[in-house]
């Protein structure tokens, strides 16, 4: 009877035991540390413009927004603290992190999804290499390493991007914009902004690999396996940051 | 590099059944492989060759039997317990399997630099990088390819890449070799110099060898022909019907999973079974 559920559960279930041989390999010889630099490159300074960028007009479309919605009560001069408190805890890490889902899931995916049809990963477990020690464990690495650090450039752009048109259009003084979007900003607001990426970039790093690594079918094996990638991993952002977001509104 | 002894147990399948979403890659089937033999497979497309191999050298698991790889059991053993029997072991994949994004010299070298045992021997503290180097220009001057060491599997013609994949299935003097279909796609002439080699390095080591393939040909000169050191070329073995090759050289027909046939050239080219006649001399049946 409940025989849809199979399939699922059995995804899922490959999917932790994945993670799990992951997180272990951290803590096992040998580190293949070129290969988390060169991943780190691809993915943190590969990424680093697009996410300045979205980071910048972000900020720029938020302070026009709530600027004009909060003329109507007189306190335009907050709107400092609406960006800051709207992009540290939540357009930053969720923006950032679908933007590298999209850039570097897919890129994970269709690498090691071309590795698995070429048979390139059946290659280096015959000549001695765990592929989830030489593959996974560095893209895993990278990842949480460079997306926080991407967010806070990104709220950081952003923030600014609102500081331009706070001032030029607005007539906000850059001194009342920064106090009011530095000042509201509390330790719990940090920690979720940073705890968020974090999160965000276990799940990119470990959906791509994860449908990279079960690619069969040739070409178009790699094509849904790529837009697996980028569908699973940006649909478990948006659900684990109301979750979190949950728990922190909970917890403080 | 570990030798195994004449007749001593190289391959040893009991009984081994694997399926792959319910559809069976290997059914019930069981056979031996000892050191210096050679094992011809022929098969028409997704009758279970390659899983056949794969599942030797425990990269796939079965479902049911046991898988012996130099006389150990290797059906329950961890990735990193077959990793040591791996290294006595060398493969040509299908695909080729080489690294795209390393050059023919470090596809070449990956073995001998990543296999624990092999790491060890060969440059115990760290020192030997140089040995590693001359035994890749070794094994590349083996089949052929000196002229490119620095280029990648994608600048280098199939058949290039083919001799490349043997190189790398060599460079550790394997006791078991293992060719997936290597002449798959190759014009005739190339096909064939991919078999001389194959020829080559069983004269010269006698390793024991599972050779998968569409080809009757190859099943052919293998069983029948040596390579001669001295003047280069292959030549008919000393028993007109049936060379020194076929002594040891067995050969199968897969269907469907299952081991269809099993016998020498002589008694596949006698069988009248409509399947295994698409795999004879003259066999369409």
Request: charged fraction near 20%; aromatic fraction near 8%.
């Amino acid at each position: 009877m409940l025989d849809f559920l199979k399939s699922p559960v059995e995804t899922f279930q490959d999917f932790l035991v994945l993670s799990v041989r992951a997180v272990r390999n951290i803590f096992r010889s040998p580190h293949y540390v070129d290969d988390i630099f060169q991943q780190m490159d691809v993915i943190g300074v590969g990424s680093l413009p697009i996410v300045m960028l979205i980071g910048l007009f972000s900020g720029v479309v938020m302070t026009m927004q709530m600027a004009r919605a909060l003329q109507q009560y007189g306190a335009q001069g907050q709107v400092g603290q609406i960006v800051s408190i709207a992009l540290v805890r939540e357009l930053g890490p969720v923006l950032t992190a679908v933007l590298v889902a999209g850039r570097n899931a897919s890129g994970i995916a269709s690498e090691l999804g071309s590795m698995k049809v070429t048979e390139q990963i059946d290659a280096m477990r015959a000549l001695g290499t765990d592929p989830i020690q030489k593959l996974v464990t560095p893209r895993l690495i990278a990842t949480a390493f460079v997306l926080p650090l991407l967010t806070i450039i990104a709220d950081f752009i952003g923030l600014i991007g609102g500081a331009v048109i706070a001032y030029a259009l607005l007539n906000i003084s850059l001194t009342q914009y920064w106090t009011s979007a530095w000042m509201i900003l509390q330790y719990n607001d940090l920690v979720q902004g940073l705890l968020k990426p974090f999160i965000f970039a276990l799940v990119i790093a470990l959906v791509g690999c994860f449908y990279g690594m079960r690619t069969t079918g040739g070409t178009q094996g790699v094509g849904r396996a790529t837009t697996k990638a980028v569908v699973v991993s940006s649909v478990w952002i948006f659900f684990l940051t109301s979750m979190i977001t949950r728990f922190f509104l909970y917890y403080s | 590099m570990p030798q195994d002894s004449p007749h001593r147990e190289v391959v040893r399948f009991e009984d081994v059944s694997l399926h792959f979403g319910g559809t069976p890659a290997l059914d019930h089937v069981s056979f031996e492989l000892g050191a210096g033999e050679t094992r011809i497979i022929f098969g028409a497309a997704g009758s279970g060759k390659t899983t056949l191999l794969k599942a030797a050298l425990g990269l796939i698991k079965p479902d049911y039997g046991r898988i012996f790889l130099f006389g150990q059991e290797i059906t329950g053993m961890t990735e990193q317990e077959l990793f040591d029997l791996r290294a006595r072991a060398g493969i040509l994949f299908q695909e080729g399997g080489l690294f795209d994004s390393l050059t023919i010299e470090q596809n070449v070298a990956y073995p001998l630099l990543n296999q624990r045992v092999l790491r060890e021997t060969i440059h115990p503290n760290g020192a030997g990088q140089q040995a590693v180097a001359e035994r890749v220009r070794e094994i590349l001057h083996f089949v052929e390819l000196d002229q490119t060491l620095e280029r990648f599997p994608s600048e280098i013609s199939g058949g290039m890449r083919r001799r490349v994949g043997i190189a790398r299935a060599l460079v550790t003097e394997p006791a078991l070799l293992l060719y997936d279909s290597p002449t798959a796609g190759l014009d005739p002439i190339t096909a064939n110099t991919i078999i001389t080699l194959i020829l080559k390095e069983r004269e010269l080591r006698n390793t024991a060898t599972i050779l998968v393939t569409h080809r009757y040909l190859d099943g052919h000169l293998i069983a029948n022909f040596r390579y001669n050191p001295s003047s280069g070329a292959l030549e008919r073995t000393s028993r007109a019907s049936g060379g020194a090759g076929s002594v040891t050289t067995k050969f199968f027909v897969m269907k469907e999973g299952r081991l269809a046939f099993e016998g020498s050239e002589a008694e596949l080219q006698a069988a009248s079974d409509p399947y295994i006649r698409k795999f004879q001399r003259h066999g369409s049946s």
